[in-house]
């Protein structure tokens, strides 16, 4: 199968191409080096509806189909990760609230998202769970007409930085997955800390965050969709995500390849350019077909999303995901090897690219995982 891109999202590439080079990349190394959270460029980057670009006109956002959605954050992160991934990962909670959230919790958060005002969090991992979100031990126990909430999360994106965080917790323990619910909460309340991640390997400046519930309360009408019906309602927004992955994956590759392209052709060795040794251009070749055919499986999950068929998006999304990530790992060491010693320093990008790309392979479930949900698609 085969994806022509149309007019219009064309124009939507050309726009957050044109944004990333002229806004992103100029900036990139200071917010890495100083682990800054870009809030002026998400401002920024809200005026070309390059955040939360899914989320219906109504409530602010573009309305995009998803694989422009795929193809804005591909770009962004081909800017640079770090700064260009957080404006992408702005929006992460809000297919919850657009499906399962009441009118309230859409009128008053969306608006504020898509304009680049504030974030969203969504709090799932904790410290003794990632892959094993049935097992999270986070509880959530009714206290008169609301909730308290008392728990950890681990590794929140934006946990630190939103001013809204949808919490998963347990309000049936003795059910398992069956007895999680999802809850909207400010975040500038009692109950609820953040602390920054601030030594990770990459993506620096991307906030990440430990989050501590210590007797959060909350409403009775902050559930988002139905008590106990957390997971189910987290499940089917496993699958945009990975997709949006792939897409992350492949931006950060094609930026590394385009770096390493660049560096062949001006690199000299016994009086030649590097790029006219064989096994340079060979590196390349492969390097290049690779992540064309990443960008390929990442559009065609995004046209499975859009197709209504459950089954199959689960599959592409899973496959594009796994296959994306580790293509980006193995694109990103390739052109530092390219680059030699020199790639090895940060006074070249791919080194940044190579330590951002590693990510891809862990957060919307690693690569273990997308190969089960794969193997459960196949067999």
């Known amino acids: 199968m085969t994806f022509q891109l149309t007019a219009e999202q064309e124009a939507v590439r050309e726009a957050v191409r044109a944004f990333g080079d002229e806004e992103i990349r100029p900036v990139a190394r200071e917010y890495e080096e100083e682990h800054r959270y870009p809030a002026e460029l998400l401002a920024e980057a809200a005026e070309l509806d390059l955040v939360a670009p899914h989320v219906p006109e109504s409530y602010g956002g573009a309305g995009m189909d998803a694989i422009s959605a795929i193809l804005i954050t591909e770009e962004l992160w081909r800017a640079d990760p770090g700064v260009g991934g957080s404006i992408a990962a702005a929006d992460f909670g809000t297919g919850m609230l657009v499906e399962f959230g009441d009118e309230w919790m859409c009128e008053e958060w969306l608006p504020r998202i898509t304009s680049g005002e504030t974030p969203i969090a969504t709090g799932i991992s904790e410290p003794a769970h990632g892959s094993n979100v049935a097992g999270m031990e986070t509880r959530a126990e009714r206290d008169g007409d609301g909730w308290v909430i008392d728990g950890q999360k681990m590794w929140i994106t934006n946990g630190s930085v939103a001013d809204v ?10 059910r398992g997955h069956r007895g999680i619910t999802a809850f909207l909460t400010e975040t500038d309340v009692d109950g609820y800390e953040a602390t920054p991640i601030r030594n990770k ?15 959060l309360r909350v409403p009775d009408e902050n559930v988002v969709g139905e008590v106990d019906e957390g997971f189910y309602q987290l499940m089917q927004f496993f699958a945009p995500a990975r997709a949006d992955v792939a897409g992350q994956a492949t931006g950060v590759a094609q930026a590394a390849l ?9 690199r000299e060795q016994f009086d030649r350019k590097i790029r006219e040794f064989q096994a340079i251009e060979h590196k390349l070749a492969e390097m ?7 960008r390929s499986l990442a559009y065609r999950a995004g046209a499975a999303l859009e197709s209504g068929d459950d089954a199959l998006a689960t599959r592409l999304c899973a496959m594009a995901k796994l296959f994306a990530s580790e293509m980006a790992v193995d694109v990103t060491d390739e052109a530092i090897q390219v680059h030699g010693g020199a790639g090895y320093v940060a006074d070249h990008h791919v080194e940044r690219f190579y330590r951002d790309a590693r990510v891809t392979k862990i957060y919307d479930g690693t690569s273990e995982i997308q190969k089960n949900i794969i193997a459960d698609q196949i067999l």
Not at 165 to 174: D, G, H, R
Not at 258 to 266: F, H, L
């Open 165 to 174: 965080a949808i919490i998963m917790a347990k309000t049936s323990p003795e």
């Open 288 to 294: 290049a077909t690779n992540v064309e055919a990443a």
């Open 258 to 266: 385009e770096e390493a392209i660049d560096y062949a052709n001006e």
């Open 201 to 215: 390997l990459g993506i620096t400046a991307q906030d990440t965050a430990e989050i501590v519930l210590d007797g």
